[in-house]
C-alpha cells in the first residue's frame, strides 16, 4: 500500500467526501502498519501533497490522474 492507495481507501470509506481531517483519520486507521505512520512525521503533509499532485483544482497538479477535487462547500456543490 503506498500514500494514494490509503488516501483512496479513506475517500471510499467516507464515500467520495471529506475534510482533510476527516480523511487523516481514515487513512491512519487504513495505513496505521501497513504505511508505519507512527514512524513518519509529516504523514499528514504528505497524505495532503498526495491529493494535490492528483487534482487538477490544484497548483501543484501533476500529469497523470485526476482523481480528487474541491466541492464548493459554499454552494453546496
Given at each position: 500500500?503506498?500514500?494514494?492507495?490509503?488516501?483512496?481507501?479513506?475517500?471510499?470509506?467516507?464515500?467520495?467526501?471529506?475534510?482533510?481531517?476527516d480523511?487523516?483519520?481514515?487513512?491512519?486507521?487504513?495505513g496505521?502498519?501497513?504505511?508505519?505512520?507512527?514512524?513518519?512525521?509529516?504523514w499528514?503533509?504528505?497524505?495532503?501533497?498526495?491529493?494535490?499532485?492528483?487534482?487538477?483544482?490544484?497548483?501543484?497538479f501533476?500529469?497523470?490522474?485526476?482523481?480528487?477535487?474541491?466541492?464548493?462547500?459554499?454552494?453546496?456543490?
Open positions: 500500500m503506498n500514500w494514494l492507495d490509503a488516501t483512496i481507501e479513506a475517500m471510499e470509506v467516507l464515500g467520495g467526501k471529506g475534510s482533510l481531517k480523511i487523516y483519520k481514515k487513512v491512519q486507521e487504513i496505521h502498519k501497513r504505511l508505519s505512520i507512527e514512524k513518519c512525521d509529516t499528514r503533509c504528505t497524505i495532503r501533497q498526495t491529493i494535490y499532485d492528483h487534482s487538477s483544482d490544484s497548483e501543484s501533476r500529469t497523470g490522474k485526476d482523481i480528487f477535487f474541491i466541492l464548493d462547500m459554499v454552494n453546496g456543490a
